[in-house]
């Protein structure tokens, strides 16, 4: 019947041209609506990641996807010839670095929860690989990717005491471990000179911190500054030309980071190289081949950076031109500071890693990070700023769907993950697949995150279901007054702290939210804090400054904690988790479940696999995300 109609409609001018405007007008609504990516097509594993550069600038590596492992490659940037040199079994490989001009080391980790990795040495060649280290729990991490007197690397373990990590001298000929450094039991961190000589270390009793110097090897440390642990000493390089100065990023004596020079003998500033009382530095270079500091970056809505030295200025000025309307940043150099590979990106692009030759003012193009996706079907992700409802400035971002009215749109709040994080610019595969499905996506730096001072991360402390979430149900409140949210639709989403916010709110803040989504989300903050790992127990304290301490302030940590009010949960929740996650206590979000269904709650529960290489997680988070798809069609974007 269907097709004798449409034969007979076919037989008339007057319907073909009905028929064909009908198509035009089909295709229209089509192209107005954007195209639908497939979920997958967002979270694709690279074929080739994480390149780095022989010292000597001869030889590039790599590692490549071959049957469902990456393996480690080496290719002859003058021959071009790529060979193989890992054939992993049911093992992944963590890390790689190379250790001279011939040879690298490698991290071949176990698949289960625990990670449980081996230290391997191998020729570039794929030849003489030898197993040095054997972590059967303990963890272990090259302090210096250099060998010293050609035969030993520095590393740290905490293979004699889980909750402390002492430094060894690891001979990459015999694979002996020689222990170089105690850990007295409160350091925290160690720290190399230029030329690979432990010189600097940071210990901490978990709120105070000291920064600890000697001049050689053959004295012992001595603390040369004592801080509480909001200040932050980050130590960048020591100076080639005195050896007794190092540059730092501090924001000791002021709220914002700075970039000084600090002498180590007196434990003071002796210089401000760049400060402003707006801009925050989170990071800066040292160039070894010019011997001095080279830029710092700030970031407000973007990163940003600036120079310290005009031939460091200039040669950044090259790459802006070969790179042009784009965001990168440089993840590996030559010794000799003329092969680099760069990584760009913008907001719409997940970017492109790139060789470039500084000698001779050129890239070439290594691999697209994800070539599925195509500009132009992606959002842009534009900065935005309120006043929270106590008078703090709350910056964020918000990404709105392509070719949709920005009015009365549904609206996914996107709280990041914490604590002491903070959404950035650039490529969010989340935010992405959120706006493509016609959601508007709006993340906040609440208070607390970092980036913004050291005033305004302690105002967080101890404020999560408190003024965190009043900055995020004020932006709410901003998104609706602007007439861009449909009050009626919008949901939260977020991922382990900031899975927590989202649960937290729909009790904190009911009739606000029409639906909420946790993935691998905190529930308890006691369990939270239990979570914790051995080699991190020294920073409890810290953890009890910034989250709660769950001796003294019980009734808080309760009261915020959604585990304890399941009887207050009615709209419908997604909760998604692996039940070998480490920093959930997966028995208790079962029990949680359970509770919500009890009570009739409707509940989208999702196990997700526990797959660790690159094939297993694209499946995992595929199987999370088109759940999470179905979860806001149903309970947001058709309400």
Request: glycine share 6%.
């Amino acid at each position: 019947m269907v097709f004798r109609t449409f034969d007979l409609l076919m037989r008339t001018k007057f319907n073909v041209l009905l028929i064909c405007l009908l198509v035009t007008l089909c295709f229209a609504c089509k192209q107005q609506s954007g195209r639908l990516i497939p979920v997958n097509d967002f979270f694709k594993s690279q074929e080739r990641v994480a390149f780095a550069i022989s010292p000597d600038g001869k030889n590039l590596s790599y590692l490549k996807l071959i049957n469902k492992k990456q393996e480690l490659f080496i290719e002859s940037l003058e021959s071009g010839k790529a060979t193989q040199i890992t054939k992993l079994d049911d093992h992944v490989i963590g890390y790689y670095s190379w250790v001279s001009d011939n040879e690298l080391i490698y991290y071949k980790e176990s698949q289960d929860k625990n990670k449980q990795s081996s230290v391997y040495i191998i020729d570039k060649t794929g030849g003489n690989e030898r197993q040095l280290n054997e972590n059967e729990k303990s963890r272990l991490r090259v302090l210096k990717d250099q060998l010293i007197d050609n035969k030993y690397l520095l590393v740290s373990s905490n293979k004699r005491d889980s909750t402390v990590f002492d430094v060894y001298r690891l001979n990459v000929r015999d694979g002996k471990m020689e222990m170089a450094v105690k850990n007295p039991g409160n350091i925290t961190d160690w720290i190399t000179d230029t030329k690979g000589q432990l010189r600097l270390a940071i210990s901490s009793d978990g709120v105070n911190e000291k920064l600890l110097y000697r001049e050689n090897e053959s004295q012992p440390f001595t603390a040369i500054q004592t801080n509480s642990f909001t200040t932050t000493i980050k130590p960048i390089s020591f100076s080639e030309t005195n050896p007794n100065v190092i540059y730092a990023i501090s924001n000791m004596n002021r709220d914002k980071n700075a970039l000084v020079e600090l002498d180590c003998k007196t434990g003071k500033e002796t210089k401000v190289l760049f400060a402003n009382d707006t801009l925050n530095v989170v990071d800066a270079q040292y160039s070894r081949s010019k011997k001095r500091m080279g830029f710092v970056i700030c970031e407000t809505w973007k990163k940003e950076k600036f120079y310290l030295d005009d031939t460091v200025k200039a040669f950044y000025n090259k790459l802006d031109k070969l790179l042009p309307g784009t965001e990168y940043r440089i993840f590996d150099r030559d010794k000799d500071e003329n092969l680099f590979i760069v990584r760009t990106f913008t907001d719409k692009n997940p970017g492109s890693y790139y060789l470039y030759f500084a000698n001779k003012g050129q890239i070439k193009k290594l691999s697209d990070f994800n070539s599925s996706l195509k500009e132009q079907d992606l959002a842009e992700m534009k900065p935005i700023s309120f006043t929270s409802r106590d008078g703090l400035k709350i910056n964020g971002y918000l990404t709105l769907p392509l070719n949709k009215s920005p009015k009365d749109l549904p609206v996914v709040v996107l709280p990041h993950n914490g604590p002491g994080s903070r959404n950035t610019w650039g490529y969010n595969p989340e935010v992405q697949l959120l706006a493509n499905r016609g959601y508007a996506v709006f993340q906040i730096n609440y208070r607390g995150s970092s980036g913004y001072g050291k005033a305004f991360m302690t105002a967080g402390y101890k404020q999560w279901g408190g003024k965190i979430n009043n900055d995020i149900n004020d932006g709410v409140k901003w998104l609706i007054s602007q007439k861009i949210a449909d009050p009626k639709r919008v949901a939260i989403y977020g991922t382990g702290l900031g899975g927590y916010i989202a649960l937290n709110s729909i009790f904190s803040s009911p009739g606000m939210y029409a639906c909420a989504a946790s993935n691998s989300g905190v529930i308890n903050l006691f369990s939270y804090l239990k979570s914790i790992p051995p080699y991190l127990k020294s920073n409890l304290q810290m953890y009890y400054t910034i989250v709660g301490n769950p001796v003294t302030d019980v009734e808080y940590m309760r009261q915020v904690s959604p585990v304890f009010h399941s009887e207050k949960f009615n709209v419908p929740v997604f909760v998604a988790q692996s039940t070998n996650d480490p920093r959930i206590n997966s028995g208790e979000v079962v029990q949680f479940v359970k509770e919500l269904k009890k009570r009739k709650v409707n509940i989208t529960y999702l196990e997700k696999g526990n797959e660790t290489s690159p094939v297993g997680n694209e499946q995992s988070r595929q199987q999370m995300y088109l759940a999470l798809e179905q979860f806001l069609d149903i309970n947001l974007k058709k309400k």
